[in-house]
Structure formats: C-alpha cells, structure tokens
C-alpha cells in the first residue's frame, strides 16, 4: 500500500464498521484505484471473540477486501481501566498499519455520547471537543479519518440491511456497569424524547470547544517556549505568566514528554507550592510516567526509573562513554590535572546506591557524601539515585561529577562526569 489511496478500515463486525467497510467497498466501485482492507483486533475478552473474528473474514471475503487479525493480550497495571487498556491496544494495531489511512467508524450518536461522557468525567475543553473527522495518530505514523460523524446510527443500520450484510452484536454493550452503555439504555431515550436534536447541538458544542482548546494549545506553546531552559523550565519566567496560563504550560509541557495530564487538583497544588515554597524547599508532584518537581530557579521532570542496584562495570575505557541504562544515566570521564589513576579503572569498577553515612576524604578530613552533593546543588530527588563510583573491594573512589576521594586522587588523571537521563529530549 502507498499514498492516501490505500485505507484500513477498524473492523469489529459491529454494525457501524460493517456499513464502513460496505460504503468504502462501494466507492472502490467508482475509484478501483482506492485500496481498501481491514484490521480487526482480537481482544480475546468474549467467548464470542474468535467467532467475531470468522464474521470479519467472511464479510471482508465478499465484499473484496483483505484483512488483518491482530490478537492482543490486555495487562492491567494500579489505576488502568480495562476500556482504557482495550482501546489502546486497538491504536497500537492502528499504529502498525501498512495504509496511508485507518479509517474509523465513530459516527453522530458516539459524537454526542463521547461529549456527554467527557462533561460527566469533568473534562476541559480539549475533552469537550470529542472526537476530530481527521488528525495524524502520531507524527510519523497514519492518518485517522471518521468519514461518519454526520450519519446517525440508524441510518447505518437502514444501509447495511438494504445491502442483506449481517453484523456481530457484543454482549457488553448491554452492561450498564459502564456509563456509556448507562447513557445509550437508560438516558440517552429520555434525552431525546425531550430534545431531539440534542446529538447536533452537542456535536456543534464539541466544534466550538475545539477552536477553543486550539487557540489554549497555541498560547500554551508560545509559553512553553518562552519558558524553556536547559533540562526544563525557568522558573522567573513562568512566575510571570498569569495563573491559568502556568497550568496550561504545565499541561503543554507534559503532552510533549508523552506524559499523561494529572488531576487538576494535584496540578494545582503543585503550581501553590512551586510559587509559594521556599527557596530550600522541592515541592514535588509524582505522575505514572515520572516526577515534576521545582528545585532553585526551575521546573524540572524525571523520568519514572526503577530503585537503583549494584552494578558492575568491570574494566573502564576512559575515552568511551557509557549508558547505565539500569541507573538511568551516562557514565563518561575527563582528563584532568587531579583524577583517579589510570590503574583504578583497570582493575574495574562498580556503580552502587548510596545507604546512608558514606564519606569521601575532602581537603581537611572526611566529609559525608550528602554534603558533596548538597554543595555541588543537585536537586533532591536526583541526590537520592546519585551513584557512587567504588572499586572491586566496594571502597567509595568517587561521586561521579562531583569528587574523587582526595586521598585516591592522582595527578593528573581521570575525572569520573554523570549525566542523569532527562525526560526531555536532548
């Protein structure tokens, strides 16, 4: 497949892909250079799911159009909902599409539904403006198109019937344990037989909300870059940005790590103590993806990393530099007229967590390591992963990027430099 001419549509066997794949079959009728095949994910959650997956390879058998199954296994992590973790397995089967273009049955009534169901969970303007007929999935990735949000359902379902094309009927969609299915049963009737016309007038809500979250996303960019600084944001400049326009930075800055959105609350609470906190202070807010934490004159993010271990280097390369993917951060040396003997890196080395208590020989006498670190100004939550460099023997030799212990020093010789991994892109 090449080019925009070449469309995967999402297929469940549910009536509304069903009428999509048929719609898209029939103007291939009209366009035999439109390219047109499916992909059905197999969630594996329904008794029912290898039957739905035969349907899809009949339908698609007859009406002339390939499909992909992809069989998925959901992991459920603290917190993750399981219609969350299923409809991201679906975009990351959508992700390994071969098309320019994965094609989406979302139609008016899950517009409308999508718009009630954001209001109802306490969603901001980005929430509210529901689901776009057309956006880019990812960067490099394909095209997402909902050709269908104008068409009612029924108006599907008076197509596919007039074709004589059958669909498959998931038995979830009757329970009312999630709010959607609470809305279509029990609600949604009410609505209607009061207001009609409500799905349109939602839809054109969702439509004003869009322009209005893309003008906050501008702005929010704008600041984003007037803010920015080496490994985070200045401070001083995001002082002097009002109020809201502070959280959306926050909000702009942690969409570009792929980070997702906290709480409004805890947003909050972290943008009081990142003004209010004392100078000494490093007002924290921990996410899923890593930590936001304010330290001097910056607002920094870290990326979630495993507790550190014990890691052996063996012999050391000096002039190459080294990943410790483990500790989460590059391990690389200088030359310098004070360091470490060139034997010390022979004879190998270790990277170890710090207990507690550990001393480095200072000018006059031994000093604890927490000193170094707090003179040298390495942020709290950076103090508290901050290797030491020791020898075979387990002997302290150095805080890489801060000191070499004065009684091993040599010169010249080999200065040990850290680099913590960052989650912004260097």
Known sequence: MSGQCA????????????????L????????PE???????????????????????RALCASLGASLRVERVKLVLSGGDSLEAVAREARYQAYRRSAAGVVVLAHHLDDQAETVLLQLLRGGGARALAAMPALRKLDADGPWLWRPLLGLRRRQLEAFVQAQGLSWVEDESNQDERWRRNLLRQRLLPQLEAALPDYRRHLTRSAGLL???????????????????REGGLDL???????????????LAWLRGLAWPAPEPDALAEFQRQALEAGAASCPRLSLARGLLYRYRDGLFALPALPAPAAVSLGAVEPEAERLVQEWGGTLSWEWRQSGLPAEALARGLSLRPREGGERLAAGMGRKPVKNFLQEAG??????????????ADGRVLALPGVA????????PGWWPLWRPLSAEPR
């Open 7 to 22: 469309f995967e549509v999402g297929l469940s066997g549910g009536l509304d892909s069903v009428a999509l794949l048929a």
């Open 24 to 31: 898209l079959c029939r103007a291939r009728e009209r366009r």
């Open 34 to 56: 439109l390219e047109i095949r499916a992909v059905h994910v197999h969630h594996g959650l329904s008794p029912n799911a290898d039957a739905w997956a035969e349907h899809c």
């Open 210 to 228: 869009a322009d209005a979250a893309a003008v906050l996303d501008e702005v929010a960019a704008q600041d984003l870059a007037a803010c920015r």
């Open 236 to 250: 001083i400049r995001w002082r002097g940005l009002s109020a809201a326009r502070q959280r959306q930075c926050l």
């Open 378 to 391: 390495i942020a709290p939550p950076l103090r508290e992963r901050w290797p030491l460099l020791c020898d």
């Open 404 to 411: 070499v212990d004065a009684e091993l020093a040599c010169g």
